[in-house]
Every structure is written in structure tokens, then in C-alpha cells.
């Protein structure tokens, strides 16, 4: 990805790919048309795939974005991306799910594929192809060590035996990138990617699996594919043999952090569904909105939202800042920010009552489908358990970071600081673990000094200052009990997990604190008219104040208040969009969402 400026509040070109496709959803979201609530529920209740809304975003040119820059697409950055699939989440998941595929399909080959093979395929997608990833089989799910398909040479190529399954766009997907086993002990070099392109396999060498029904994402091609004998070239492996397991591994880190994207979207949407019921909902003579805990409910939930955009903001920037910390970062991000979005999700469902259960009540039954779509971003691309077992494999690395204060300040000021140019991506500087830990976390000691830098020039409030010494304090006991996990070759306790659900939100925490104290100019010209968010740092507080709960650490009265404030400004603008990065984005309200008072 070659190098971009950051986009800046108020910065129409820059901001002019996300603007124009909210403009277009906005447009398809009218009676009628594709992204209509209405629309989208009979989708759902058939099971029938979003044709026509992919067709919208393919007129937008949506899969220009899944290509890097430096191979002819859109994509400079993974904030790009994240921007413009968190606006089609924002209406619909399963479109999200269905259209983004491609990007996460095609990932092992932006990670590995040689330059000719990058370019072939660079050219498939820009006109419109269909990548899915084959990764999963019946028996093994995430386990991809025990794959069993195979791919033994033979002349001319190689020959592929077994199926993949649960694989999404699967059928409808004309090339795939499939994970085989190429040797028979497999093993860390026993397995390897190939691109195969099922339209040049001879006939009756592959067979396509019925759609799996599913609970969420209904419509989407949830199915997969048998090889009986099928011939691909030598040239279909995308790098060397033996290192597929590097390259989904690898490939995995991006799209892990893209899956946020989706997270984010789902959350914009519930957000949107349960303010505007809270304001029109009557009961005894006023709304259910002036009720002070209804307000406090949706200001919390906007606290966490927020955070979960700062995770998501620094992990994607720090794809091109701090490439060798991806590991690391990337399954904090796809644990921490579907999880907090989930119990986002819960927490409107009891605002809206029994109305989050049915599906014709209240806006289509929008609510009841987004909520059962959304779980299942917790679960592809590696589940939040795997991520979390992801990241107790690195505590060795975590606990040596933070001892030794291991931090590339640098490339965590360039990631932080929205207005800084980025550099090119470097597929080849990731790495399987991080060697030098978090730098985020690390770094603690360094961002609280600056935040109180911020507080003596008057552009940070001292409870920030108070906060983020209560995060670093919190990090030294955290990281005790890390260093007195002994790493067995069993199973990784109970205990380990809770510790990286914890350490999950000290990122989220120091992800917050970067933002703050590296966008100085965004808390110097904020006003409580023009950009509210960042006015006296009302969402660093109330973020911040989530994450201190995530610790099991009391919020504090002041994140207490900057919640309630949030709840007053969501109350006030219910179609105001609530996201830290560009203010003067306009919001993908849920047009044609039946809005009613009973």
C-alpha cells in the first residue's frame, strides 16, 4: 500500500469515498430499493443472497478498494477500507459480509503471491471477480494443522483432493484461495496456499456443498467445495511450497483488524435503531428518553463504541507504522472490539424490550436480524477465543516489553496522529509474533507524561491526567500475574483467558490515550457546536472510563458524567454520527426504518 495522508475533520477529499457510498446507501436505502428495511427482511426471511445490493457497491467500485494501490486499486491504507465497509454494515451485515469477502480472500496474495501473480489477480478483482477464502473443513474448524485436502504433484501441476466447508461465497466465488496439505506428516511446512480458479478445472473435478443454513447473515453463500482429483498449473501456489501456514497466518492479521470495520457498522446501526425508539417510545406521558437511565445506558454504550473505535483506528494504522506488532495487535482488535460491540448490541436489546425480538413490530425487524447477524464476527477469521489463545501465546514477549519499556514511539506517534502521512505497507515485515511486545501498552508511562503536558497547556481536563495514571497502575499488577502464568504444553488455563480479556482493554485504554495526546489540534479547535465528541475531551473521558471497567477498576464519577453527556448529545441529534474520526461525515440514518409509538 503506498503511502497516504490521513484524512483530517473537514477534508473533502479525503473523505470523499466513504461520503459518496453513505450518499449511495442512503439512496438504496428508499422504498424499494436494495438497502430498504423492508428489502432487506424479505432477503432475510428467504435466504436469498444480496445480489442487488452488491450491485450497488459494485457500481461504486467497492472491490477497487480491496487491491492495493501499488497493483493499480484504492487501497492505501486499512482505514480505507474499514471506512467504507463499517458504511455498508451500518445497513446490512450480510452484504458487508458477502461483498467484503473478496478483500479477505484475496489477503494471502497481497501477503505472498509473486509479482506476476499479484498482478493477475490484482486485475481479476478490479473487473469484478469473486475471491473466497478455503480454509476450514468439517472436521477440524480452526485447526488448521489437521487439514486434510490435499494437493500432491503431479504432471503438469498438482492434483487436489478433499473439500473445504463453511466457506463464504464458496459457490458463488469463481477463484479461491485454498489452504492444502502438501506434504503427508503437514506440520509447520506441510501446507501451502494455492489460487484456484474453479472456471479452468476440468469438468467433474470439483463439486460445490449446499448453503449451510446459519442463524445470522442468512443470505450470504455459507457453503463450500469438494475436489475429486482436480489439476491445477504449478504456478498456482502463491509463494513457496511449504508456506502456507506463514501466509494465512500473515494474511490473517489484516483481516482480522478489517473485520472491525464490521463491528463498528453494526453498532452505528443498533445505535441508530435504539436512540430513535428511545425518543418516540411513550409511556405514562413522556418518552422513554427522558428517563435519566435510559440516557445513562445509551451514553455508556457510546463510551464503548467510541473506545472500540479508537482500538480499531490505531490497529489499523499501526499496520503500516508497526508491522511487526501485528500479531499482537491484530487479535486484540478482533477480540476486544466484536466482543464490546456484542454486549453494545445486549444493551439496546433491553432498551428496546420485546421489540428486539420480533421481527415486524418495530423498523422492519431490523434490530432482531442486525443483533443475530453480528455474532457471527466474533467467530470468523478466528474466534475470540482463538484470538485470545493468540495472544497468551505472546505473554512471554508482553511481559518482557513491559519490564523493559520496549516501545517504537515513532511508529506509534505516526499511527495515532490522524493527520500523518503513512508509510507503504511491508508485507514482508510482519511477523508470526511479536518479538517486542505491545508498544501501546508498553508506552504507558510515556503517554501519561504527555497527557499531563496537554492538561498544564489547558487542552486536556486533569481527570484525563487521573485516568491514565489509574491505567498504568492497573498495568503493573496485570502484568505480575502474566509473568506468573507458566506456559504448559496443555490446553492455557482459565485464568489466561480472563487476563487477555483484561489486557484487552489496557490496549483499548492506551489506544484511547494515543489518540488523545497525538491530535492535539482536534482538542484545541473543538467546540461544543463543531465537533462535541472531542470538546473538552468528552469522549477520551467517557472511553476512558470504559476501559478502567474492563480492568475491574471503578470508571469514576467524571467518565460517569462524560457518559451522561454523551446520552444528552445522542438524545438531542439522533441522527448525528458518533465516531471520533471526521465530524463532518454524514450519518447513514435508516432510512424507510419504520418509526412508531407503540
Given at each position: 500500500?503506498?503511502a497516504?495522508?490521513?484524512?483530517r475533520?473537514g477534508?473533502a477529499?479525503?473523505?470523499?469515498?466513504?461520503v459518496e457510498?453513505t450518499?449511495?446507501?442512503?439512496?438504496?436505502?428508499?422504498?424499494?430499493?436494495?438497502?430498504h428495511?423492508?428489502v432487506?427482511a424479505?432477503?432475510?426471511r428467504?435466504?436469498?443472497?444480496?445480489?442487488a445490493?452488491c450491485?450497488v457497491?459494485?457500481?461504486f467500485?467497492l472491490h477497487d478498494y480491496?487491491?492495493?494501490a501499488?497493483?493499480?486499486?484504492r487501497?492505501?491504507?486499512?482505514?480505507?477500507?474499514?471506512?467504507?465497509?463499517?458504511a455498508?454494515?451500518?445497513?446490512d451485515?450480510?452484504?458487508a459480509v458477502?461483498?467484503?469477502?473478496?478483500l479477505?480472500g484475496?489477503a494471502?496474495?497481497?501477503v505472498?503471491a509473486?509479482?506476476?501473480q499479484?498482478k493477475?489477480?490484482?486485475a481479476?478483482?478490479?473487473?469484478?471477480a469473486?475471491?473466497?477464502?478455503?480454509l476450514?473443513e468439517?472436521?477440524h474448524g480452526?485447526?488448521?494443522f489437521?487439514?486434510e485436502l490435499?494437493?500432491?504433484?503431479?504432471?503438469?501441476?498438482?492434483?487436489?483432493?478433499?473439500?473445504k466447508?463453511?466457506?463464504?461465497?464458496?459457490?458463488?466465488?469463481?477463484?479461491?484461495?485454498?489452504?492444502a496439505?502438501?506434504?503427508?506428516?503437514g506440520?509447520?511446512?506441510?501446507f501451502?496456499v494455492?489460487l484456484v480458479?474453479?472456471?479452468?478445472?476440468?469438468a467433474?473435478?470439483?463439486?460445490?456443498?449446499?448453503?449451510?443454513?446459519?442463524?445470522g447473515?442468512?443470505?450470504?453463500?455459507?457453503?463450500?467445495?469438494?475436489f475429486?482429483?482436480?489439476t491445477v498449473p504449478?504456478s498456482?501456489?502463491?509463494?513457496?511450497e511449504?508456506?502456507?501456514?506463514?501466509t494465512?497466518?500473515?494474511?490473517l492479521q489484516?483481516?482480522?483488524t478489517?473485520?472491525?470495520?464490521?463491528s463498528?457498522g453494526?453498532?452505528?446501526?443498533?445505535?441508530?435503531?435504539a436512540v430513535r425508539?428511545?425518543?418516540?417510545?411513550?409511556l405514562?406521558?413522556?418518552t422513554?428518553?427522558?428517563?435519566p437511565?435510559?440516557r445513562?445506558?445509551l451514553?455508556?454504550?457510546a463510551?464503548?463504541m467510541l473506545?472500540?473505535?479508537a482500538?480499531?483506528?490505531?490497529?489499523?494504522?499501526?499496520?503500516q507504522?508497526?508491522?511487526?506488532?501485528?500479531?499482537a495487535?491484530?487479535?486484540?482488535?478482533?477480540?476486544?472490539?466484536?466482543?464490546?460491540?456484542?454486549?453494545?448490541?445486549?444493551?439496546?436489546?433491553?432498551?428496546?424490550?420485546v421489540r428486539?425480538?420480533?421481527?415486524?413490530?418495530?423498523?422492519?425487524g431490523?434490530?432482531?436480524?442486525?443483533e443475530?447477524?453480528?455474532?457471527?464476527v466474533?467467530?470468523?477469521?478466528?474466534?475470540?477465543l482463538?484470538?485470545?489463545?493468540?495472544?497468551?501465546?505472546?505473554?512471554g514477549?508482553?511481559?518482557?516489553?513491559?519490564?523493559?519499556g520496549?516501545a517504537d514511539l515513532?511508529?506509534?506517534?505516526?499511527?495515532a496522529?490522524l493527520d500523518?502521512?503513512?508509510?507503504?505497507?511491508?508485507p514482508?515485515?510482519?511477523?508470526?509474533?511479536?518479538?517486542?511486545g505491545?508498544?501501546?501498552v508498553q508506552s504507558?508511562?510515556?503517554?501519561?507524561?504527555?497527557c499531563?503536558?496537554?492538561a498544564?497547556?489547558?487542552?486536556?481536563p486533569a481527570?484525563v491526567v487521573e485516568?491514565a495514571?489509574?491505567?498504568?497502575?492497573a498495568?503493573?499488577?496485570l502484568?505480575?500475574e502474566?509473568?506468573a502464568l507458566r506456559?504448559?504444553?496443555?490446553?492455557a488455563p482459565?485464568?489466561?483467558?480472563h487476563?487477555?480479556e483484561?489486557?484487552?482493554a489496557?490496549?483499548a485504554?492506551?489506544?484511547?490515550?494515543?489518540l488523545?495526546?497525538?491530535?492535539?489540534d482536534?482538542?484545541?479547535e473543538?467546540?461544543?457546536?463543531r465537533?462535541?465528541?472531542?470538546?473538552?475531551?468528552?469522549?477520551?473521558?467517557?472511553?476512558?472510563g470504559?476501559?478502567?471497567?474492563g480492568?475491574?477498576?471503578a470508571?469514576?464519577?467524571?467518565?460517569a458524567?462524560?457518559?451522561r453527556?454523551?446520552?444528552d448529545l445522542l438524545?438531542a441529534a439522533p441522527?448525528?454520527?458518533l465516531?471520533?474520526?471526521d465530524?463532518?461525515?454524514?450519518?447513514?440514518?435508516?432510512r424507510?426504518?419504520e418509526?412508531?409509538?407503540?
Open positions: 500500500m503506498s497516504t495522508r490521513a484524512p475533520a477534508d477529499v479525503e473523505a470523499a469515498p466513504a457510498l450518499r449511495r446507501l442512503e439512496r438504496a436505502a428508499r422504498p424499494g430499493g436494495p438497502f428495511p423492508a432487506l424479505a432477503l432475510d428467504a435466504e436469498e443472497f444480496p445480489a445490493g450491485s457497491l459494485d457500481d467500485g480491496y487491491v492495493p501499488a497493483l493499480g486499486g487501497l492505501h491504507q486499512l482505514t480505507d477500507v474499514i471506512a467504507l465497509l463499517r455498508v454494515a451500518r445497513h451485515l450480510t452484504t458477502a461483498h467484503g469477502k473478496t479477505l484475496a494471502s496474495l497481497w505472498a509473486g509479482p506476476e499479484a493477475e489477480a490484482a481479476a478483482v478490479l473487473d469484478g469473486v475471491l473466497s477464502w478455503a476450514t468439517r472436521d480452526s485447526d488448521l489437521a487439514s490435499t494437493a500432491t504433484p503431479v504432471p503438469g501441476g498438482l492434483r487436489l483432493d478433499g473439500e466447508w463453511l466457506i463464504n461465497n464458496a459457490t458463488r466465488g469463481d477463484r479461491l484461495c485454498v489452504l496439505r502438501t506434504s503427508p506428516e506440520g509447520a511446512r506441510g501451502s494455492l480458479d474453479k472456471r479452468a478445472l476440468p467433474g473435478s470439483h463439486t460445490p456443498l449446499p448453503k449451510c443454513r446459519t442463524h447473515i442468512r443470505g450470504a453463500d455459507i457453503s463450500g467445495v469438494a475429486h482429483g482436480a504449478a498456482a501456489l502463491v509463494g513457496a511449504g508456506t502456507g501456514l506463514e494465512v497466518l500473515k494474511a489484516l483481516t482480522r478489517v473485520c472491525t470495520a464490521l463498528l453494526a453498532a452505528d446501526h443498533g445505535l441508530r435503531l425508539f428511545t425518543v418516540e417510545r411513550e405514562y406521558g413522556r422513554l428518553a427522558e428517563l437511565r435510559v445513562q445506558i451514553g455508556d454504550r463510551g464503548a473506545l472500540a473505535e482500538v480499531a483506528v490505531l490497529s489499523a494504522r499501526s499496520a507504522t508497526l508491522p511487526g506488532e501485528l500479531s495487535v491484530s487479535a486484540l482488535a478482533k477480540a476486544y472490539v466484536p466482543t464490546s460491540t456484542q454486549a453494545t448490541l445486549d444493551a439496546f436489546a433491553e432498551l428496546l424490550g428486539s425480538f420480533l421481527t415486524e413490530a418495530y423498523a422492519d431490523m434490530f432482531p436480524k442486525l443475530r447477524d453480528h455474532r457471527v466474533g467467530i470468523f477469521d478466528g474466534s475470540t482463538v484470538n485470545r489463545s493468540s495472544l497468551i501465546e505472546q505473554f514477549s508482553l511481559v518482557r516489553g513491559w519490564e523493559r520496549w515513532e511508529g506509534l506517534e505516526a499511527a496522529a500523518r502521512e503513512l508509510p507503504e505497507f511491508d514482508h515485515a510482519l511477523r508470526l509474533i511479536s518479538s517486542r505491545c508498544g501501546a504507558l508511562p510515556v503517554v501519561v507524561r504527555a499531563a503536558e496537554l498544564g497547556a489547558g487542552l486536556l481527570a485516568a495514571r489509574r491505567l498504568a497502575e498495568a503493573e499488577p502484568h505480575e502474566m509473568t506456559p504448559g504444553s496443555g490446553p482459565t485464568a489466561a483467558f487476563l487477555a483484561r489486557y484487552e489496557l490496549y485504554g492506551a489506544a484511547c490515550l494515543w488523545a495526546v497525538r491530535n492535539p482536534r482538542l484545541a473543538a467546540t461544543a457546536d465537533d462535541p465528541l472531542w470538546h473538552d475531551a468528552r469522549w477520551i473521558r467517557a472511553a476512558l470504559r476501559a478502567l471497567n480492568l475491574g477498576a470508571p469514576g464519577d467524571d467518565a458524567q462524560a457518559c453527556e454523551l446520552g438524545i441522527d448525528a454520527p465516531t471520533l474520526l465530524p463532518s461525515a454524514p450519518a447513514a440514518p435508516a424507510g426504518e418509526r412508531e409509538n407503540s
